[in-house]
């Protein structure tokens, strides 16, 4: 027993921002590329936050980055896990199969592969293939859950569907209780929850690019998100992880000195273009193309900056995991109000200001 009484206790304590420079990530995809294929066909090398400890090991606290490899002609063994995917295309090109749901991947396309559905990687080009992975494995494994099995194919095996009778949902009570919204359902609910399609999807960047700004004055959006339909209003790519594009044009009004905003999701850029630095906590950290930036731990302040020649960016984030939770706090103006995002009325005017650089 732990006696907690009286004690309101504040469990913020974000890990400190982490850069994986470019040259790192290129060295570590040549050491992935020597040698023979692994007997999973997996060449892979997570990048492990210094404060990560096991079981489950990210780049922040539920979120796990890999640089993954496949040479011309290989493929991975089949699989399924319950933790879902985030891929964002670096060289070359590959087939992403989900359950015989074929996408081609080529650099800066975005594709997801949701949980429990048999995947995987080919490579049928003629140069190597390299991803960056995102996954919430993590988390799964810090609550033992992290399931994965091996399987003979990417196809799923068909599944006999068995008559339930009266002890189906569609029959199950379902009862008013009390005069406030509350009800009482049957178990049916709950072991044969309704389905909402969840398809792999891919994001080409041939198309992406031509939503985002490219030029000052345009009349485009500097940032734009990747939204799965399946997560409705958390907004996400996946029930876990948001993903944006942004580019910023050569030639853009520079950001001004100034505080930042934070949010209890976490951040992490990949820059693919430009260069410039972000200060986290009152941190400053300069980053260029090809860099990885753990941007902004948990509740951590954090502003980006870049220069003259502007810069674009990939961003994941738990954001629709945080939603989902109902544990999204954001505080834009740091003298400002915390707000609860998905519970209360939410951040307006957000854009603008960050468009004009003041």
Do not use: C
């Amino acid at each position: 027993m732990v006696d907690a009484s009286g004690a309101v206790r504040n469990g913020v304590v974000p890990w400190a921002p982490v850069k994986i420079e470019g040259e790192r990530i290129d060295a570590e995809i040549e050491r992935l590329s020597q040698g023979p294929t692994p007997p999973d066909g997996r060449r892979v090398a997570l990048l492990v936050h210094p404060e990560a400890t096991g079981p489950g090991l990210g780049l922040a606290p539920g979120v796990q980055v890999a640089v993954e490899v496949l040479l011309p002609g290989e493929a991975t063994a089949p699989v399924r896990q319950n933790a879902s995917l985030v891929q964002i295309g670096l060289r070359g090109e590959g087939v992403v199969d989900v359950a015989g749901v074929a996408h081609v991947q080529r650099r800066w396309d975005v594709a997801t592969v949701p949980a429990m559905r048999p995947y995987v990687f080919r490579n049928e080009s003629s140069q190597p293939w390299v991803r960056l992975s995102y996954s919430n494995s993590p988390l799964l494994a810090a609550l033992g859950v992290h399931y994965v099995e091996r399987l003979a194919s990417v196809v799923p095996p068909e599944r006999e569907v068995v008559d339930g009778g009266d002890y189906v949902r569609e029959k199950s009570p379902d009862v008013p209780i009390g005069t406030e919204g509350a009800r009482l359902r049957g178990y049916e609910h709950l072991v044969d929850i309704e389905v909402v399609d969840n398809p792999p999807l891919l994001w080409p960047w041939s198309e992406v690019e031509q939503h985002l700004s490219s030029r000052p004055g345009d009349g485009k959006r500097p940032i734009m998100a990747y939204y799965n339909p399946a997560t409705g209003r958390r907004s996400g790519a996946t029930q876990s992880f948001f993903v944006t594009a942004m580019t910023v044009p050569p030639g853009s009004p520079r950001k001004e000195a100034g505080p930042g905003h934070r949010h209890t999701s976490v951040a992490i850029n990949y820059h693919f273009r430009g260069r410039g630095s972000s200060v986290v906590d009152g941190r400053e950290i300069s980053w260029k193309a090809g860099d990885l930036l753990l941007s902004a731990p948990g509740w951590s302040e954090h502003a980006h900056f870049w220069g003259d020649e502007g810069f674009g960016a990939f961003t994941v984030q738990d954001h629709p995991l945080q939603i989902a939770m109902e544990s999204l706090v954001w505080q834009e103006e740091l003298d400002g109000p915390v707000l609860a995002l998905g519970s209360e009325a939410g951040q307006t005017g957000y854009l603008g200001p960050r468009q004009s650089g003041t």
